[in-house]
């Protein structure tokens, strides 16, 4: 028992603030790490979104636009696909219309295509004959975990020389 008096004897006398300051300043420093990290995930979330886009698909051996097939991709995130709409246009009326997968899930792979559309012959045939043709692409999607919505627009026209697509308007939110 005489030994703990001694050590209680023996304290040493501090003042207040020499005592809560450094406590004070380290919770201070807790709060904003907490308040820090919150921004960084707010930040990481509104940079890590998907892309989604639609192009031509190029023939592998001659290296040729396939003008009967169109290639989506999905890059940076996995993205839910909500609308994705086809369709070939000629002077205001539609020749053409497909839904080509909505409510699916689709993940970023390497610069390959995740899925395509292609017309078969005999349709595409059939369409490429008509004048001023237009091809319209609308996809809208939004990433997994998260509800907010982009949209890709591609509209493009077809060349009757050299019997491919070129783009006339890309539009992405």
Known sequence: MQAIKVIIDNWPNTSFLAEWIPIIISLLVLLATFYSLWITNKNFRKSVRPFVSASNVLEPATNIDNPKAMAFIVRNAPAKIIKCEFRII???????????????????????????????????????????????????????????KYIFKLIQNYDYIYHKWNNRNIIAS
Request: aromatic share 8%; proline share 3%; net charge negative.
């Open 90 to 148: 000629s002077n205001n009326v539609v020749l053409h219309e497909k839904d080509c997968g909505a409510n699916t899930i689709e993940y970023p792979q390497d610069e390959k295509s995740i899925w395509a559309y292609s017309l078969n012959e005999l349709d595409f045939d059939h369409i490429k004959i008509k004048a001023n043709l237009i091809r319209e692409v609308l996809i809208e999607y939004c990433p997994i975990d998260d509800n907010k």
